[in-house]
């Protein structure tokens, strides 16, 4: 079975710029999700689409990220435009239904610095 | 939000038990507990999962006190493939929290 799917694995830009990042989940998930991983602390989930509906976003900051994932297959996550501070590695994931007695598998990440 | 607590880093030498320990004294009744790791340089990878009565699969075993307000992961022989950061997560309603973990050295 494949996996989840990242890309780009690494980026960087410049501050105030603008840079976006895709996912492929693994073909049948219902669920996809955006975490936030600065170095040294867990994943912080940004946001959680059921198919082609937000779940959960409480926690994106929407002045600056938005995320879509149309026809409920792949997603892109865009930031626009980008501080020092959202330097991290932007982990996707899938699962088949919600997370409530369910796996969910996680790409390797895209991993951007922002200088 | 509800929370997990588990010790920053712990140590195991191949070949033997290791022991993680979680606390999770304010998960409902209906939290499932769940176990990810993450080695380095990778998203994190599932392990367990489980809501009252102890569970076993081919990578660990998950206690669960009776009272749920704790859990121990246990690996049965470490290996170095198993030095990773391990959370202990609650799902608190279909939204995972992720703490900061436990950070697992294997010695040879």
């Known amino acids: 079975e494949a996996g989840v799917a990242q890309s780009p694995r690494y980026k960087i830009i410049e501050k105030r710029q603008s840079v976006a990042f895709w996912c492929n989940p693994i073909s049948g998930h219902a669920t996809l999700y955006w975490y936030q991983q600065i170095l040294g602390q867990g994943p912080k989930l940004l946001i959680q689409?059921?198919?082609?509906?937000?779940?959960?976003d409480s926690q994106l900051p929407k002045d600056r990220f938005s995320a879509e994932r149309l026809k409920g297959v792949d997603s892109t996550l865009k930031i626009q435009p980008a501080k020092l501070e959202d330097s991290a590695v932007y982990l996707c994931?899938?699962?088949?239904?919600?997370?409530?007695?369910?796996?969910?598998?996680f790409g390797q990440g895209t991993r951007l610095t922002v200088v | 939000d509800a929370k997990t607590t588990q010790p920053n880093s712990m140590e195991s030498n191949e070949e033997e038990p290791v022991h993680l320990p979680c606390n999770h004294s304010?998960?409902?009744?209906?939290?499932?507990i769940h176990w990810y790791r993450q080695l380095p340089s990778q998203g994190p990878e599932y392990v367990i999962h489980?809501?009252?009565s102890n569970v076993n699969n081919r990578m660990a075993s998950l206690a669960i006190a009776e009272d749920r307000k704790s859990s121990t992961l246990i690996l049965h022989r470490a290996t170095l493939r198993d030095a990773a950061v391990y959370y202990c997560i609650g799902d608190y309603g279909q939204n995972f929290v992720f703490g900061p973990g436990t950070r697992l050295s294997v010695l040879p």
């Open positions: 304010t998960i409902s009744g209906t939290d499932y």
């Open positions: 489980g809501l009252t």
């Open positions: 994931a899938s699962s088949f239904r919600g997370q409530l007695n369910t796996e969910a598998f």
């Open positions: 689409f059921q198919n082609n509906g937000v779940v959960d």
